[in-house]
């Protein structure tokens, strides 16, 4: 094992995937290491339930068999927040009243396992997601990864704490009304909120179902964008999954225009190193080149009042209205409390709530026009367990302040780590946008993140430099081919003609099968199957630019289409597919990995 993956330091996803496929550390290994990593930080109330390690290295040693190329995640240790299935595991909301066996694994995880990652435990939380302070559960309180008189945050503080301490380098969470934001801020690390319905959440035990997403942990923005990328994609069994394409990762904007609160509209309850620490990352933008745009914030403080004030706390009885009943005393004092209240609530007050929601969307809709993205703190200020034990639901409140209106108004979310106060204390903003617009602010959020030169977590260990964007302009769209148009095959030269440059030769995530069209001159038609379903596919990706790109698709005939390609690292981009109802007189040629093999087979024919 190389000296600088030692026991101490953490590192990222991308670094340890590159070790495992230059055969410098095994996935093995990187497992063994978790482990250690795990009994040295010696903190029980992480986990609530773990693996076993002989059973972890031998999947490990499985899964060094496979082919790397095609897994983005390949030999990746994952924690699992315990509100999400994952099979071998109980899943108990952090209520041991409440466990039961999942059958199957959530298709978040299914998505992660079939990417290359290796679920190792499961995380603890505030019991059934409702809190953002960590300390809500019977399986005792995490530590916070920098501070250990500080909360850890919640509710997904297992998740947070295993990455900031360096245990693993990502994690999943879920984030409800901001429980995938404060913990990051509080162990300073970055937390993205996908747009609602990008990420299934079939097998998630809901919080509040309409307003649920998984959410994810990483050290980095790039860490975090892959496995989003990853986990995205529709999914029949999640009657919430909405089709979001992920755009691609551009360069920082040349005219990045971001909205920040009007002036007294910002309350950080008289935290002035806080306060002073927002004004630093705002500077901060502005050196960036970010145009800063002030909008009111008020009308989204009224849509946060209306999470906890208003209908959807019903949502929250709804998931636990069975155990209130036969088993009170089971369900933490503070959940309890909160939750109750629930069925109080009328048809009335919910028809009420919806419509004052509605005229706060729109008032939402219109503060985009103008602004690319709001920059906010994560949270207000930081308090210690002791605080919110003595008065744990209003400083709960409090550190919702910037989060709670979220989801209600369909937004996306990253939360940055943005310094680290004198004090010791980690500052964190979050950046939020539109939905479907994630990799809009992954773009962004990478470049700030690195300008900080904040160490990753707590470990102390440097960021590394940002690692270099596909496309090289944003007026150059880059498209996936995996037939005729490849180099030197029959239509290579409709691209060449439109000035098309090849940018790289890689291959599709293992989830496609591809297939000999009877066609003149002959073509292969690819198709998306069930993830890890399929192979993973030869192909090369060109660059035009928008003009041709616009004139390269129309020009395609049927059955061929232009869709959302996933490569084996990860990243999305468009390119060929094929409509399934020509294929049943078609070659299945999958076996091949590719049209130049085929091609090559039948010319030797």
């Known amino acids: 094992m190389r000296a600088e993956m030692g026991a101490e330091q953490p590192e990222t996803i991308a670094a340890i995937v590159a070790a495992h496929r230059a055969g410098t550390l095994t996935p093995a290994q990187t497992v063994a290491r978790t482990y250690q990593r795990i009994r040295d930080h010696n903190d029980p109330a992480v986990f609530i339930s773990l693996r076993d390690e002989n059973d972890a290295i031998a999947e490990a040693e499985k899964l060094a068999t496979k082919e790397a190329a095609g897994l983005p995640l390949y030999g990746v240790p994952v924690v699992v927040k315990d509100n999400i299935d994952a099979l071998g595991f109980p899943t108990t909301a952090a209520c041991p009243a409440f466990s039961y066996i999942p059958t199957h694994d959530s298709t978040a995880v299914a998505r992660l396992r079939a990417a290359g990652a290796i679920i190792i435990g499961k995380t603890n939380l505030d019991q059934f997601a409702t809190g953002l302070v960590g300390v809500r559960s019977p399986y005792g309180i995490p530590r916070n990864a920098i501070r ?70 990483a050290l980095t923005v790039d860490d975090a964008a892959l496995a989003l ?19 691609a990762i551009t360069p920082l904007p040349a005219n990045l225009r971001l909205g920040v609160p009007r002036s007294g509209q910002l309350i950080f309850f008289g935290d002035k190193k806080a306060e002073a620490a927002y004004a630093d990352a705002l500077k901060r933008w502005t050196a960036l080149g970010a145009t800063l745009i002030e909008f009111d914030l008020e009308p989204f403080y009224e849509t946060a009042r209306l999470l906890y004030e208003g209908p959807w706390v019903a ?151 940002l690692a270099p964007l596909a496309a090289n302009g944003i007026d150059e769209i880059p498209i996936a081919v995996v037939g005729a148009h490849l180099s030197g095959m029959a239509l290579n030269g409709e691209l060449k003609a439109l000035n098309g440059q090849l940018i790289e030769a890689t291959r599709t995530a293992a989830d496609y099968k591809l297939y000999a069209l009877k066609t003149t001159p002959p073509k292969p038609g690819m198709l998306r199957v069930e993830t890890g379903k399929g192979a993973s596919i030869e192909l090369e990706i060109w660059i035009l630019s928008s003009s041709a790109f616009g004139k390269f698709v129309n020009a395609i005939p049927a059955p061929m289409a232009i869709g959302t390609v996933r490569l084996a690292d990860g990243r999305s981009v468009k390119g060929f597919l094929v409509e399934p109802e020509v294929l049943g007189e078609a070659r299945d040629i999958t076996a091949y990995g590719g049209w130049r093999k085929f091609m090559a087979e039948a010319a030797t024919a």
């Open 229 to 247: 990328s990853v986990m995205a994609g529709p999914d029949q069994a999640d009657p919430f999954s909405r089709d979001r394409p992920l755009g």
């Open 148 to 217: 250990e008189d500080l909360i850890p945050g919640g509710s997904s503080s297992g998740s947070a704490t295993a990455v900031g301490a360096g245990l693993v380098p990502l994690s999943l969470g879920t984030d409800t009304a901001g429980s995938g934001r404060v913990p990051a801020m509080l162990n300073n690390i970055v937390g993205l909120k996908p747009s609602l319905g990008m990420i299934s959440t079939a097998g998630l035990v809901p919080a509040c179902r309409t307003l649920d997403c998984i959410s994810v942990f």
């Open 315 to 465: 949502e929250r009885y709804l998931v636990i209205r069975d155990l209130l009943a036969s088993a009170p005393d089971t369900i933490h004092p503070v959940t309890r409390e909160i939750t109750a209240a629930g069925a109080r609530l009328t048809a009335a007050e919910t028809f009420s709530a919806l419509y004052r929601l509605q005229g706060l969307r729109k008032i939402a809709e219109r503060t985009f026009t103008n602004i690319d993205a709001l920059v906010l703190p994560t949270a207000p200020t930081a308090y210690t367990t002791a605080q919110v034990l003595a008065n744990p639901i209003e400083l709960n409140s409090r550190l919702g302040t910037y989060t709670n209106f979220v989801n209600l108004l369909d937004l996306c979310g990253l939360a940055l780590p943005a310094a680290m106060r004198a004090d010791g204390i980690p500052f964190g903003i979050t950046l939020l946008a539109p939905t479907g617009h994630d990799a809009l602010l992954a773009s962004i959020g990478r470049v700030f993140h690195a300008d900080t030169k904040l160490t990753l977590g707590a470990k102390g260990a440097a960021q590394a430099a």
